[in-house]
Antibody, heavy 119, light 110 residues
Framework: QVLVMQSGAEVKKPGASVKVSCKAS????????MHWVRQAPGQGLEWMGI????????GYAQKFQGRVTVTRDTSTSTVYLELSSLRSEDTAVYYC????????????WGQGTPVTVSS | EIVLTQSPGTLSLSPGERATLSCRAS???????LVWYQQKPGQPPRLLIH???SRATGIPDRFSGGGSGTDFTLTISRLEPEDFAVYYC???????????FGQGTKLEIK
């Protein structure tokens, strides 16, 4: 059974950066796209970005352009989300999610990583 | 950018009843890219329906999706206690590339 396991909770000060990881089990890491989706407390879901682990190509939501970077390490089947210039509104649970190539839906989600931005 | 509006915001029903959730798009959506998820407190979302009407693996047949163009529905034929959760619709847009979600419908026990 394929799983995606995320790193633990983070607490950051405004203006800092955070880097969250998502490790996929199994040997199909480069066969899927990986996404990052966040959810602020009591709010809905918000897509942030995508990476094709086989090529490293990325795409980001316009809202986060210039502040977000998604990377991958194929040797460890891990994708990373880095978000800079943090503000209180970035307090949320950050999920990684898998998409089968060009299926346009997320069939497997990580457990979520809570990030709190507070002075 | 296509905006998805879900209604109602909250739906109060009893186990055994039928639930109909709506997702309306601000412009026509390719049915292939319309998706429904279920989310329970403290858990990540779970894929229910893709391509507007195809159930994901392991999803009971009391869940069904339909619609086209700008109007889509998720129907739960007979509510089970475990179905009370928040439901989100989602679509994929090519220009600009992005994935957008509705604001969610909370299905609560009456």
């Amino acid at each position: 059974q394929v799983l995606v396991m995320q790193s633990g909770a983070e607490v950051k000060k405004p203006g800092a950066s955070v880097k969250v990881s998502c490790k996929a089990s199994g040997n199909t890491f480069t066969s899927y796209y990986m996404h990052w989706v966040r959810q602020a407390p009591g709010q809905g879901l918000e897509w942030m970005g995508i990476i094709d682990p086989s090529r490293g190509n990325t795409g980001y939501a316009q809202k986060f352009q210039g502040r977000v970077t998604v990377t991958r390490d194929t040797s460890t089947s891990t994708v990373y989300l880095e978000l800079s210039s943090l503000r209180s509104e970035d307090t949320a649970v950050y999920y990684c999610a898998r998409e089968g190539r060009d299926t346009n839906y997320f069939d497997l989600w990580g457990q979520g990583t809570p990030v709190t931005v507070s002075s | 950018e296509i905006v998805l509006t879900q209604s109602p915001g909250t739906l109060s029903l009893s186990p055994g009843e039928r639930a109909t959730l709506s997702c309306r798009a601000s412009q026509s959506v390719n049915s292939r890219s319309l998706v429904w998820y279920q989310q329970k407190p403290g858990q990540p979302p779970r894929l229910l329906i893709h391509g507007a009407s195809s159930r994901a693996t392991g999803i009971p047949d009391r869940f069904s999706g339909g619609g086209s163009g700008t109007d889509f529905t998720l129907t739960i034929s007979r509510l089970e206690p475990e179905d009370f959760a928040v439901y989100y619709c989602q679509q994929y847009d090519t220009s600009p590339r992005g994935y957008t979600f509705g604001q969610g419908t909370k299905l609560e026990i009456k």
